[in-house]
């Protein structure tokens, strides 16, 4: 099982929608966690945190459960501008005590008009 | 520009060849880790150096991979005879702290084609 999962996807929708990504970890030790975006050839950008009490930026919604091992984020109404992947990562607690950023494989998102 | 800066960012070479790549990491950052990422994948850790000290390698780090912090500043990943599947990105990313609360920022990434 990969430590970090999620849906490739893509997810295709049309500009306004509403979507949501979702996320599971596997390691109960890991401390935090965050969404970045990657866009086609470039490196990865933090987007936001995520925090157990849930945390909005703007149209964007990032919900932590650490009970579940689960985390989301929600973007409301699509632009176009945020057609990219988005790579969802804990820090997850080595064998050693270090906390290395572990990615998911990225969800993809096409928003088209 | 103050990020982190990656060189060279594109590299082409042959199989067998000997390849290096160096990360400057953001100037006060005690953190540095190396990933691989290939097509339709996210980013695989390599890895890990705190200040000068590497403590973490992936299994994916074959005996053909070596990495250097010598001074807790710049480093190296040096990749020896060079296979077609080490054809990827390599990203490198810093970060400031202790403990497991702080982000990492990435470079733009070297990209690797082995021919």
């Known amino acids: 099982r990969k430590e970090v999962e999620q849906d490739p996807g893509p997810f295709n929708v049309p500009e306004g929608a509403t979507v949501a990504f979702n996320c599971t970890y596997s390691n109960s030790a890991s401390q935090s966690f965050f969404w970045y975006r990657q866009d086609c050839r470039k490196e990865p950008k933090l987007l936001m945190s995520v925090y157990s009490s849930g945390n909005e930026d703007g149209r964007f919604t990032a919900q932590l459960n650490r009970a579940s091992q689960y985390i989301s984020l929600l973007i409301r109404d699509s632009k176009l501008s945020d057609s990219a992947t988005y790579l969802c990562v804990v820090n997850w607690k080595k064998a050693g005590g270090s906390y290395i950023p572990t990615f998911g494989r990225g969800t993809s998102l096409i928003v088209h008009p | 520009d103050t990020g982190v800066s990656q060189n060279p960012r594109h590299k082409i070479t042959k199989r067998g060849q000997n390849v290096t790549f160096r990360c400057d990491p953001i100037?006060?950052?005690?953190?540095l880790y190396w990933y691989r990422q290939t097509l339709g994948q996210g980013p695989e850790f390599l890895t890990y150096f705190q200040n000068e000290a590497q403590l973490e390698k992936s299994r994916l780090l074959s005996d053909r991979f070596s990495a250097e912090r010598p001074k807790g500043s710049f480093s190296t990943l040096e990749i020896q005879r060079t296979e077609q599947g080490d054809s990827a990105m390599y990203l490198c990313?810093?970060?400031?702290?202790?403990?497991?609360?702080?982000?990492?920022?990435f470079g733009q990434g070297t990209r690797l084609t082995v021919v």
């Open positions: 990313a810093s970060s400031l702290g202790l403990g497991g609360n702080t982000e990492a920022f």
């Open positions: 100037s006060e950052h005690n953190r």
